[in-house]
C-alpha cells in the first residue's frame, strides 16, 4: 500500500484548505486511513481517521467540528477538509493505512504505510 499526502500550504486564520490521501496497492487490506499532524519540536499527534467498514470517522477534540474526513472510493483519495484554521494547526500533516483494531485508532504506532507529509502553515 502507498500513500501520498498532497494540498498544503500557506494560508491565513479562519481560512480553509483540503488535503488529499492518494491511495494505492491493497488499501482496503487495511482497516482505514487516518491523519496525523507533526509540529516543530512536538510528538506526531492524531487528527482524523477514517474506517473503510462502515464509513466511520474519528476526530481528536482539538479539531472536531472543524474538520472532515472523507472517501471517495471511485478515485481512491481520502481527504481531510480543514476549516476555521488556527496558528496551532500548523504543522506537517502525515496520512497513514491503519492495520489496527479499533481502539487503537489514535495511536500512531497501529498504522504503516505512512505517506509523505505536507506542511500546512496557518499564518496571523
Known amino acids: 500500500v502507498q500513500l501520498q499526502a498532497s494540498g498544503g500550504g500557506l494560508v491565513q486564520v479562519g481560512d480553509s484548505l483540503r488535503l488529499s490521501c492518494a491511495t494505492s496497492?491493497?488499501?482496503?487490506?487495511?482497516?482505514?486511513v487516518g491523519w496525523f499532524r507533526q509540529a516543530p519540536g512536538q510528538e506526531r499527534e492524531f487528527v482524523a481517521a477514517i474506517r473503510w467498514s462502515g464509513g466511520y470517522t474519528y476526530y481528536a477534540d482539538s479539531v472536531k467540528g472543524r474538520f472532515t474526513i472523507s472517501r471517495n472510493n471511485a478515485k481512491n483519495t481520502v481527504y481531510l477538509q480543514m476549516n476555521s484554521l488556527k496558528p496551532e494547526d500548523t504543522a506537517v500533516y502525515y496520512c497513514?493505512?491503519?492495520?489496527?483494531?479499533?481502539?487503537?485508532?489514535?495511536?500512531?504506532?497501529?498504522?504503516?504505510?505512512w505517506g509523505q507529509g505536507t506542511l500546512v502553515t496557518v499564518s496571523s
Open positions: 496497492g491493497r488499501t482496503f487490506s487495511k482497516n482505514g
Open positions: 497513514a493505512a491503519h492495520r489496527g483494531i479499533l481502539s487503537t485508532v489514535r495511536v500512531a504506532s497501529s498504522y504503516d504505510d
